[in-house]
């Protein structure tokens, strides 16, 4: 009697991942919305059972004292997760997806988690990484570099002169 299994496919490098949840997590829903859109091609999402349907809570915020002192609890902050896994054949092993997020925003973490599960498999991750990630990370960047212009157009520098003595 033997048992073929499938193995799982090859993961993505924790780096890898950890860069892609991270710009999926920065990313407002609607800009979400259209880079899934535009990603699949105007085709129906995957099918998927949840996991872990989305559900917000609290997380506890940690400063540091100057920023690199004795650790103290800031506040609590309002997080939403999700976690589901893409339906598969009877032989190929389910991908898992996850996702979390500051704010109340459910579909966003769907979506989000969604990305993830597709991102993990090697047949779409090279097509996915190019047409959702890529240009999500290079929107964030665009951003961020506006608002340090912003910021350093309203900087002001101090200087001290030396009274004769």
Do not use: K
């Not at 925003?105 to 090279?126: G, V």
Request: proline share 8%; with cysteine.
């Amino acid at each position: 009697m033997s048992a073929t299994t499938a193995s799982p496919p090859p993961a993505p490098a924790s780096s890898e991942r950890r860069a892609w949840m991270a710009v999926l997590a920065r990313t407002p829903r609607a800009d979400l919305e259209a880079a899934m859109e535009r990603a699949l091609h105007g085709l129906p999402a995957p099918a998927y059972d949840w996991l872990r349907p989305p559900e917000i809570g609290l997380a506890m915020v940690r400063g540091r004292v100057g920023g690199s002192g004795d650790p103290f609890n800031l506040g609590e902050a309002t997080v939403t997760r999700a976690t589901l896994r893409l339906r598969a054949p009877d032989d190929a092993p389910a991908t898992v997806g996850i996702a979390c997020h500051l704010g109340r925003d459910r579909r966003r973490a769907e979506l989000a988690a969604l990305a993830d599960a597709l991102l993990q498999m090697p047949e779409h991750r090279a097509a996915l990484h190019r047409q959702l990630v890529e240009p999500l990370a290079a929107q964030q960047a665009a951003r961020r570099a506006g608002q340090q212009r912003d910021a350093a157009a309203t900087r002001v520098e101090f200087f001290t002169m030396v009274r004769g003595e």
